[in-house]
């Protein structure tokens, strides 16, 4: 019986083989969209920037490239980058690496973040003119591709050339622009802007860049998607996330202070008791009207839980004056009353409102040398000094490490115009928007799920962004570009998604290897 049986199963199984019959894959069709000369234009995402750097491996995988692979099934072309030299990542002037932010890209080494040891070999002064298919600058701002001279080496010094222009760019006098419309486009896609809020993002709004403004804004993006429209080619706008899901702002927690930490932990009495004075100084303060209770300028750090850093905010009243007063009435000196409330006149504890820099986690807890150094030269015994010095426990921790809710305010305000615009300028040129905005406000939300894999915005293991915090991985290129084919497929009838030809997320790395070769 049981033989009988499994012949059975076996014959019913080899029928089934060969009754059923394979259904042909779906051809890609481009619908009203032409891909043969496909051109992204834009600025470090579009170009790739990953971990800190652009090298190889994240120039392969940045989303135009992985678009245009794509669109090759539906008639695209041959798209060409600007590639680097390795998979180091930095650039070099003439054989010295340049200063900043073009050293060698980060690793995970297994329990933190360092910088790839090794040196770049990618040198501007080596110019491999374009234009080229993929004009995705790292660092650029809108107004920047309009910028003519933004790719001459004899402006870099200056500060008035960017470095990843200067070897890519078709002449020295060319623009951004110029060179994505000499690469004659038949569609396009535009992703840019991120960069006229991010700058200042990054910097803690501390002055040191700033947004732009909207009208400059305005202009330059009415004069880019014009020019790129009036060549009769089709395209795809992106508009602008809200930086502030990044992990740059969100990895680093605003009470960051763990009583566990021996050391941290043997300060406790010390800085409360420092702190003693102070607090009554503010209670009394409080308590006869002189200034709002809100916020608590208290700092008490406790011993059974995480406290918060201290941080200077500009955005509260400054209070040296009177804070001043209340020391002298409480029995300091002038000149220890005058040196602490010019310290604290304008300081809190930080709260969750607050965000705190990805890089603030290099500076807590370390004593401020160029404050220290400032003291000592004042006449402050050192130890006073380097007791007064630590930064986010006994010096307030500058804003260029902190975002106050103040700043996070100005930062959505001008993303919401921005993007307001850029969806105005996408509708009046009959352009497909996609729509970055929705897309990572999900993803911050509740993740993003495909093919078993869910993506967040924390940062190393989440997925989306790079050890960088602020660029994506590959992993979430491929979620870009996908995005993307959906709404170039609800714009122009072409059939990426239908066809199932969507990047699979697992195809992807979240984590580049140190060992890449």
Not at 461 to 469: A, P, Q, R, V
Request: contains cysteine; negative net charge.
């Amino acid at each position: 019986y049981i033989w009988a049986l499994l012949i059975v199963v076996f014959i019913s199984c080899d029928e089934g083989k060969y009754d059923r019959e394979i259904e042909p894959p779906i051809e890609v069709v481009s619908g009203a969209a032409d891909f043969s000369n496909y051109v992204a234009v834009g600025s470090s995402l579009a170009a790739g920037m990953s971990d800190g750097a652009l090298f190889i491996a994240s120039q392969t995988n940045a989303y135009p490239n992985l678009l245009a692979e794509k669109m090759a099934l539906a008639g695209g072309g041959e798209f060409t980058q600007p590639y680097m030299n390795d998979n180091i990542g930095g650039l070099l002037a003439g054989g010295t690496q340049i200063p900043g932010l073009y050293g060698p890209r980060l690793y995970f080494d297994g329990a933190g973040l360092s910088v790839l040891p090794g040196t770049p070999t990618t040198d501007v002064t080596n110019i491999m003119p374009g234009p080229y298919n993929n004009m995705g600058v790292v660092g650029a701002k809108s107004f920047h591709l309009l910028s003519n001279g933004y790719g001459n080496l004899g402006n870099l010094e200056l500060g008035l050339a960017n470095p990843y222009f200067v070897r890519m760019a078709s002449s020295p006098n060319a623009s951004v622009l110029e060179d994505a419309l000499a690469a004659s486009p038949s569609f396009f896609s535009l992703w840019i802007g991120g960069n006229d809020v991010l700058q200042y993002a990054v910097t803690g709004g501390d002055g040191s860049d700033a947004i732009t403004p909207k009208p400059v804004f305005d202009g330059s993006m009415a004069a880019i998607v014009g020019a790129l429209a009036s060549t009769g080619a089709k395209g795809v706008v992106g508009n602008i996330p809200n930086v502030l899901h990044s992990a740059f702002f969100n990895a680093v927690p605003y009470a960051p202070l763990d009583p566990t930490n021996p050391e941290f932990a043997a300060q406790i009495p010390l800085l409360n008791g420092a702190y003693e004075q102070l607090n009554q100084a503010f209670a009394y303060l409080v308590g006869t009207g002189q200034i709002p209770a809100v916020p608590d300028r208290s700092v008490v750090f406790s011993e059974t839980a995480a406290s918060p850093v201290v941080i200077h905010d500009e955005s509260i009243p400054n209070i040296t004056a009177a804070l001043f007063q209340v020391l002298v009435l409480g029995g300091l000196d002038q000149q220890t009353a005058g040196l602490l409330a010019s310290q604290y006149g304008q300081s809190r504890p930080a709260t969750e409102d607050d965000l705190l820099l990805l890089t603030s986690q290099t500076v807590i807890a370390e004593v401020n040398e160029a404050y220290y150094q400032q003291l000592v030269a004042g006449g402050v015994p050192p130890e006073f000094a380097g007791q007064l010095s630590v930064n986010g426990l006994t010096y307030p921790l500058a804003d260029q490490w902190v975002l106050l809710p103040s700043e996070q305010d100005e930062i959505m305000d001008a993303t919401i115009g921005f993007n307001q615009t850029i969806a105005q300028l996408a509708a009046n040129s009959g352009l497909a928007l996609f729509d970055a905005a929705d897309l990572f406000d999900n993803i911050a939300e509740s993740g993003y799920s495909s093919n078993g894999y869910n993506v967040t915005t924390d940062l190393i293991f989440g997925g989306l962004f790079s050890l960088d915090g602020v660029h994506l991985t590959a992993r979430g290129q491929a979620i870009v570009a996908n995005e993307m084919m959906k709404a170039i497929d609800a714009a122009y009838e072409s059939n990426f998604e239908a066809a199932g030809v969507l990047n699979d997320l697992g195809d992807y790395p979240a984590i580049y290897s140190p060992a890449l070769q």
